[in-house]
Structure formats: structure tokens, C-alpha cells
């Protein structure tokens, strides 16, 4: 069992940068690849991003490409997504989940774990 606890959300301006961390329990954390899904309003949950295992690999969505960066350190059980250039449509809730598959899972039901997410808004 895991347990995912993610912080750093909040409101900000269009332009600037925010830092997501999310804190996972137990001590299998390197287990697992760790990834980044967001959930605006009336839509559905999607994939923003993912870091293997040894975090030597990272997959992202097209939309965040070049803006975003997921990072982890397995020694702090933490995975992190760095987000520069802020979006107005990056206003969502933002959720990190922990998955078994190997690869780059990117689809929500390849996930086992999920936090309980942390807002972004942010204004134009």
C-alpha cells in the first residue's frame, strides 16, 4: 500500500512558475514509476506526465512539453513537477499516482495509487 501526499498547488498569474512535490508513504516508493495527471473542470483526468523508476527516463504530454519538468528522488521518497511559463489552461487539479506497469504509463487505469491533488488556478 501507498500512500501519496501532493502540495505546492496554488493560485498564481500567467507567466510564472509553480513547484508540485508529492510525498509518498512506505518503502517501496523506487518501485514504482510516478507520474503527473490533471483534471480542469467538466473534463476528464489526463496525463500531464511520467518518471521510471530510477528516474533516467521522463514521458510528457505535448501540451506541457518544454514547460514541465518531472523529477524524483526515490532517497526522500518525493516526486516533483516543475512548471514554468504557466497557462491559464493549466488551471486543474493536479494529482501524482504511483504505477507497476513498466514503460511510460500514461493512461489513467495503468496506475494503482493516487493522491487526493492540489489546485492550480491560474489567472490570465
Known amino acids: 500500500q501507498v500512500q501519496l501526499v501532493e502540495s505546492g498547488g496554488g493560485l498564481v498569474q500567467a507567466g510564472v512558475s509553480l513547484r508540485l512535490s508529492c510525498t509518498a508513504s512506505g518503502r517501496t516508493f523506487s518501485t514504482y514509476a510516478m507520474g503527473w495527471f490533471r483534471q480542469a473542470p467538466g473534463k476528464e483526468r489526463e496525463f500531464v506526465a511520467v518518471i521510471s523508476r530510477s528516474g533516467g527516463s521522463t514521458y510528457y504530454a505535448d501540451s506541457v512539453k518544454g514547460r514541465f519538468t518531472i523529477s524524483r528522488d526515490n532517497a526522500k521518497n518525493t516526486v516533483y513537477l516543475q512548471m514554468n511559463s504557466l497557462k491559464p489552461e493549466d488551471t486543474a487539479v493536479y494529482y501524482c499516482?504511483?504505477?507497476?506497469?513498466?514503460?511510460?504509463?500514461?493512461?489513467?487505469?495503468?496506475?494503482?495509487?493516487w493522491g487526493q491533488g492540489t489546485q492550480v488556478t491560474v489567472s490570465s
Open positions: 499516482a504511483a504505477s507497476n506497469f513498466y514503460g511510460s504509463p500514461r493512461n489513467v487505469h495503468e496506475y494503482d495509487y
